[in-house]
T-cell receptor, first 113, second 109 residues
């Protein structure tokens, strides 16, 4: 089954404790992206990747890092989480960066205390 | 900068037709997407428009006017399961997809 898998789905952590949200897709998509979704603000892009070893900042990259060492995986790293990073995070992938529909993971709800 | 506007909430009756508007101002344009998102779930793709005109797909249709920076999503024969948020997203001339805040549609019996 074609899918985008994120883990963990739910996480409560404390300020400053590094964490990684994993994302994996099995559709051989080149384009992958991370979004955060907050009430009243909609989906905002954090980082995206056009292909292996190619990553770029989105609208709200501060406080986040990403890597793309393999085509299928695109982890999101919060080196020192802060409460303002409490949000619902979605990973997504697409076969084409411009015209391709995005396939979203189920979301990861992160709470930073 | 990018600016995408949609109404925050709409209410409609089961069986009726509803039109959800989206206006945009972006630094470039490579197409406009509509996604549906049920509460607590991930967004799912509905439609993609890159040329002016109407694209029909079953009960859902999407319209685009590039000169006016305007799109709408038309939902016919509304069903209770259509209660969801509808997200308009524009792909600018680069590699970024910018989303509007979404329109929460409530379908009432």
């Amino acid at each position: 089954e074609a899918q985008v898998t994120q883990n963990p789905r739910y996480l409560i952590t404390v300020t400053g404790k590094k964490l990684t949200v994993t994302c994996s897709q099995n559709m051989n998509h080149e384009y992958m992206s991370w979004y955060r979704q907050d009430p009243g603000l909609g989906l905002r892009q954090i980082y995206y990747s056009m292909n292996v070893e190619v990553t770029d900042k989105g609208d709200v990259p501060e406080g986040y890092k990403v890597s793309r060492k393999e085509k299928r995986n695109f982890p999101l790293i919060l080196e020192s989480p802060s409460p303002n990073q409490t949000s619902l995070y979605f990973c997504a992938s697409s076969y084409h960066r411009v015209t391709g529909e995005l396939f979203f993971g189920e979301g990861s709800r992160l709470t930073v205390l | 900068g990018q600016n995408i506007d949609q109404p925050t909430e709409m209410t409609a009756t089961e069986g009726a037709i509803v039109q959800i508007n989206c206006t945009y101002q972006t630094s470039g344009f490579n197409g406009l997407f509509w996604y549906q998102q049920h509460a607590g779930e991930a967004p799912t793709f509905l439609s993609y428009n890159v040329l002016d005109g109407l694209e029909e797909k079953g009960r859902f249709s999407s319209f685009l006017s590039r000169s006016k920076g305007y799109s709408y999503l038309l939902l016919k024969e509304l069903q209770m399961k259509d209660s969801a948020s509808y997200l308009c997203a524009v792909n600018n001339a680069g590699n970024m997809l910018t989303f509007g805040g979404g329109t929460r549609l409530m379908v009432k019996p």
